[in-house]
């Protein structure tokens, strides 16, 4: 039973190694002052928002929506759009990463990448 109990704990240990998209883009905005979730015209939510960019927070897993989001965030609010990856391996996330990278160029797209906490 106790070897049971361990497993489960090692393994919720495990999957919670990293906090949330929400909660990364929170540690980001308030570490530079910037504001976060701004309700746009639509309903979406701009993940952050500061005096010269729009920017969509993005898992690099999941970086295929970031683009056409930080663009739309850029429309309404007539910022410039950004994207910001968290990244929780370098290594193995390395494809994501380039590909975002190469669709953000060819849109004219800032990208950076940040470790995920």
Same mark, same amino acid.
């Given at each position: 039973?106790?070897?049971? @109990?361990? @497993?489960?704990v090692?393994?919720?240990?495990?999957? /919670?190694?990293?906090?949330?998209?929400?909660?990364?883009?929170?540690?980001? =905005? #308030? *570490? /530079?002052? $910037?504001?976060? %979730?701004?309700?746009?015209?639509?309903g979406?939510?701009?993940?952050?928002?500061?005096?010269?960019? =729009?920017? #969509?927070?993005? $898992? =690099?897993?999941? $970086?295929?929506?970031?683009? =056409?989001?930080?663009?739309?965030?850029?429309?309404?609010?007539?910022?410039?759009?950004?994207?910001?990856?968290?990244? *929780?391996?370098?290594?193995?996330?390395?494809?994501? @990463?380039?590909?975002?990278?190469?669709?953000?160029?060819?849109?004219?797209?800032e990208? %950076?990448?940040? #470790?995920?906490?």
């Amino acid at each position: 039973m106790l070897n049971k @109990i361990l @497993i489960v704990v090692l393994l919720s240990l495990q999957t /919670n190694q990293f906090s949330s998209e929400v909660e990364n883009s929170a540690i980001i =905005a #308030e *570490k /530079n002052g $910037w504001k976060t %979730e701004v309700v746009m015209d639509d309903g979406s939510r701009c993940d952050i928002l500061n005096d010269t960019h =729009a920017i #969509e927070v993005e $898992w =690099a897993s999941k $970086w295929k929506e970031a683009p =056409a989001q930080a663009v739309l965030y850029s429309i309404f609010t007539g910022k410039k759009p950004k994207v910001i990856l968290l990244v *929780k391996s370098r290594t193995k996330e390395k494809l994501y @990463i380039l590909r975002c990278k190469l669709v953000c160029e060819k849109m004219g797209i800032e990208m %950076e990448t940040v #470790e995920a906490k």
